[in-house]
């Protein structure tokens, strides 16, 4: 599975942006997929910052960004989105996604996740 991240850019204090990863691959189904959003900011460790669990509507997100940030799945396009609203200059960073068969309960861990997309820039300006 490949995974494709874009959509990061540019964005004042406040604004929002939506990144989207889109999976591809031979006999890809992203609902049947863990899905995730991991940020990291330079000097800084990769950050959890939202999940969505495989064949469920579950969705996880850190408390850094609950209530701002909303992780989504559209199937038929085995897309994955993270809607960003109410932009802090602390949320730039390099985003990445990330997939992975089944759910684990340490799913706010990179170490958990075996495949990556690419990452996408957001940079917030104050």
């Known amino acids: 599975v490949q995974l494709q991240a874009y959509g990061g850019g540019l964005v004042q204090a406040g604004g929002s942006l939506r990144l989207s990863c889109a999976a591809s691959g031979r006999t890809v189904n992203i609902y049947t997929m863990s899905m995730a959003w991991f940020r990291q900011a330079p000097g800084k460790e990769r950050e959890f910052v939202a999940a969505?669990?495989?064949?469920?509507?579950?969705?996880y997100h850190a408390d850094s960004v609950k209530g701002r940030f909303t992780i989504s799945r559209d199937n038929a396009k085995n897309t994955v989105y993270l809607q960003m609203n109410s932009l802090k200059p602390d949320d730039t960073a390099v985003y990445f996604c990330a997939s992975r068969s089944y759910w684990s309960v340490g799913y706010y861990s990179s170490s958990q996740w075996n495949n990556w997309g690419q990452g996408t820039q957001v940079t917030v300006s104050s």
């Open positions: 969505i669990r495989s064949k469920s509507t579950s969705t």
